[in-house]
């Protein structure tokens, strides 16, 4: 008896090898819409007046008159209304839908909340002028101090899109009030910078541990991203690939952190997800199995992450 | 008045003549009659496919001994009474025994006349034929001791074998000179008549008539000794075969779709066959048979599926090289594949069973090279089977007939197969043969998920038939 297995050269899934180039832009764009079901909020509003806009009851934006211009040529707009486009990421399932972690340089960032806010008119990005900001408000009732401005700063030639950075180009403030009866607290962030921003402290812990997960060979890093969810922070972290070993890695993670592992791997327009809950003692290498899942079931883990 | 002479000498002989019976012949013919089948062959296509086969066999044996027949009759000529159309001319190569009519009325006498002759003249009988079954080889042979010691008796010429005189001494005292001369001229007028219709008055169709089947099918003639002795040869034949085989498959109210990707999936690839058996002539030339046998029936199932995962646990060892040092990861891990599949086994259908037939055999024992038509019954005595086939699921399934209750409901079975021969004498006691031969399924092998299969065969038998007894036994 015989039994020959011939794989099929054309399938993604067949590939086992990895690569030492980023995962391109495209890859990422199309895992993200596919497990995406948060939509930007779309709005406008005149640039000659004060206006807040209140996409829920739990966020509202403040827009400034006479604070912006074109991005690209710094050209003030002085008439008409602008587009706004504000996509809030608060719960921890957010950040792996749009592939965004909360670290800074493999630094891992607690975070209260990150917005992506985008301002257009006449199809030209707009940016806030010097000295104005907007506010964006929204109701955490866990909120915490300590939290400070961080921007999404674009890098280059690795494999994520960007990482946080504090600046001083924005402040938190902390909100606490009672509305009719019902105590609600929250956060304020005010800043004119647009594009990723987000409020967050950095865990900056002594002792940390090197966290290596390694999943089958047919997920590599040319089809895989793999996240650690922290169960007891509102910390997401994208593990980095490494080549030599063929594994994912974060660095900095405390030690004994409980944390809950996610890949999500896109072969062939077929989506595989794995999921592992752990607590990370050493850096012995943890073993992710990932199971074809549809957009719909990754959403679902996501959200009860 | 001289013409009927000799008829008359040759009627006084032979007029109270009877042909002896062999013992228990019409039990014999009773008990055949019994035994006979009744419409057995019209049971189904292969009976009437083995009428047909049995027919044309005939007809061919008929065609062939026939012609074989008259050949050897025309040249045998120390069997016949002939006269020589110039003995007058070259007594001196002729010899004549003769006896006196006196002597002749005896009713275990005859008279023979023998006349070598140059086998390219031809002969005339003789005979007045009134009895055709007399074969006057026959009264030779069996009465020659009588005959001739009455000869020496009448000749003043001692001679206890058969061997040439001369005629004339011969003659002249055994008849007077008128009787001889008027026996002369009859055998002159009787030899040029005889010439001109030698087919019509040859000892062949005296002795033999036309539809004379015993003869025909080498039966030998009532009396045993007419032929000489008869063959009694028991032989024992080892053989193999190379076999080219087919699978007929019946669905039973399958799908077709199953069906045909059940019969693409498998493929028949040869087999073979080997076995003993033990034979016995009947007549000088059918030859029953029986014996065991192995064979066993190769098929290749060849399942090629698409789209097929394959998922692996594999040890990967990765070495990192570092500064301070080279790490070495070992990870064991999975991978998996998806791609198409092709599955090949060698399926085995074996049986034992008991081949059963009758041939013919055409020429003599002592010829160097035979051919021989055969057939016969295969009964499956037992089967068993492994391998794989698919399920109405299209799943391979196992079809060892051990340890799954057997998947294959019938062990037993009935086959038919035909044959032709081509035996080559080695010595006395050893034969070689080559048989090319089908042989037709007729029981189907059902499986226990409804679909039933037929297997027939082609092959080249190829063989040893070794002679038990000595030489040629003869009876």
Redesign the interface.
């Known amino acids: 008896?015989?039994?020959?297995?011939?794989?099929?050269t054309y399938?993604g899934?067949?590939d086992?090898v990895w690569t030492k180039r980023p995962l391109t832009s495209s890859f990422v764009d199309s895992v993200s819409a596919a497990i995406n079901n948060n939509f930007s909020f779309v709005d406008s509003f005149d640039v000659n007046a004060d206006n807040t806009i209140k996409f829920n009851p739990d966020l509202s934006i403040f827009f400034p008159e006479h604070a912006y211009a074109y991005r690209n040529s710094s050209y003030p707009v002085t008439d008409g209304k602008i587009n706004v486009q504000i996509l809030a990421l608060v719960k921890k399932g957010d950040y792996i839908k749009y592939l965004i972690p909360t670290s800074a340089k493999n630094y891992l960032l607690q975070t209260a909340g990150s917005f992506f806010v985008h301002l257009t008119k006449n199809n030209q990005e707009v940016a806030m002028l010097p000295n104005t900001s907007f506010k964006i408000k929204w109701t955490n009732n866990n909120a915490f101090s300590g939290l400070n401005f961080f921007e999404g700063v674009p890098l280059a030639n690795i494999d994520s899109l960007f990482t946080w950075a504090q600046t001083p180009n924005g402040t938190i403030s902390y909100w606490d009030s009672t509305s009719l009866g019902t105590q609600k607290k929250g956060y304020q962030i005010s800043t004119s910078i647009t594009n990723w921003i987000g409020c967050s402290n950095l865990l900056d812990t002594a002792n940390t541990v090197r966290l290596n997960v390694?999943?089958?060979?047919?997920y590599t890093n040319k089809n895989s991203f793999v996240f650690a969810v922290y169960n007891d922070k509102n910390s997401v972290v994208r593990l980095t690939a490494d080549y030599?070993?063929?594994?994912f890695y974060s660095l900095h993670v405390p030690v004994n952190s409980s944390i809950t592992l996610v890949s999500i791997s896109m072969i062939d327009n077929k989506f595989y997800a794995g999921t592992r809950s752990v607590t990370v003692a050493n850096a012995n290498?943890i073993?992710l199995?990932p199971v074809k899942s549809s957009p719909a079931e990754i959403i679902s883990l996501l959200d009860n992450l | 008045m001289q013409e009927k002479v000799f008829d008359n000498f040759i009627r006084s002989k032979l007029e109270n003549y009877s042909s002896p019976v062999p013992g228990g012949l019409w039990e014999k013919i009773i008990r055949d009659k019994d035994q006979r089948p009744k419409g057995f062959w019209w049971r189904n296509r292969y009976g009437l496919l083995t009428v047909i086969a049995v027919v044309v066999v005939t007809a061919v044996s008929l065609f062939y001994v026939t012609n074989q027949k008259q050949n050897n009759l025309k040249n045998n000529t120390n069997s016949t009474l002939t006269i020589n159309q110039a003995s007058t001319e070259q007594n001196k190569k002729a010899s004549v025994n003769n006896n006196s009519t006196t002597d002749i009325n005896t009713p275990d006498q005859t008279v023979t006349t023998d006349a070598e002759i140059n086998s390219t003249q031809a002969s005339v009988t003789a005979s007045s034929r009134k009895n055709d079954n007399i074969s006057t080889g026959f009264m030779i042979n069996h009465h020659k001791n009588g005959l001739f010691s009455f000869l020496q008796n009448k000749n003043s010429k001692t001679n206890t074998e058969s061997s040439p005189t001369n005629n004339l001494e011969n003659e002249s005292t055994l008849f007077s000179q008128n009787e001889w001369q008027n026996f002369s001229s009859v055998k002159n007028s009787n030899a040029e008549l005889m010439s001109l219709n030698k087919n019509v008055y040859s000892l062949n169709s005296l002795h033999n008539p036309p539809l004379n089947l015993r003869s025909i099918f080498g039966l030998g003639n009532d009396c045993p000794s007419a032929n000489g002795n008869e063959r009694n040869d028991w032989y024992l034949q080892l053989y193999a075969s190379p076999d080219y085989t087919m699978k007929s498959l019946s669905g039973n109210g399958l799908s077709n779709t199953y069906l045909q990707k059940k019969d693409s999936t498998e493929k028949m690839f040869g087999g073979f066959t080997v076995g003993a058996k033990i034979s016995k002539n009947v007549g000088d030339h059918f030859i029953l048979n029986a014996g065991i046998q192995y064979s066993q029936l190769i098929e290749k199932f060849n399942l090629s599926t698409v789209n097929?995962t394959?998922t692996t646990v594999?040890i990967?060892s990765?070495t990192?090289i570092r500064p301070q040092g080279d790490t070495t990861?070992n990870?064991t891990?999975?991978?998996?594949?998806?791609?198409?599949?092709?599955?090949?086994?060698?399926n085995s259908y074996k049986n034992i069973e008991i081949p059963i037939g009758l041939g013919y055999e055409f020429g003599e024992v002592k010829d160097k090279w035979k051919v021989a038509v055969n057939g016969g019954v295969i009964i499956h005595v037992t089967s068993w089977y492994n391998g794989?086939t698919l399920d109405t699921s299209y799943k391979v399934v196992s079809v060892a007939s051990k340890g799954n209750g057997g998947f294959y409901k019938s062990s037993t079975g009935l086959s038919l197969y035909g044959s032709i021969s081509l035996i080559r004498k080695i010595n006395d006691k050893l034969d070689v043969f080559a048989e090319p031969y089908f042989r037709v399924g007729l029981t189907p092998i059902s499986s226990s998920i409804g679909y039933s299969q037929k297997f027939n065969a082609a092959g080249l038998t190829l063989g040893v038939r070794m002679k038990l007894n000595n030489k040629k036994q003869r009876l």
């Open positions: 008896m015989s039994d020959t297995f011939v794989p099929y399938l899934i067949n086992t390694t999943l089958p060979l047919n030599a070993t063929r594994s290498r073993m199995s | 097929e394959r594999v990967v990765r990192v990861f990870d891990t999975t991978v998996t594949q998806i791609g198409y599949a092709v599955r090949k086994n060698l794989e």
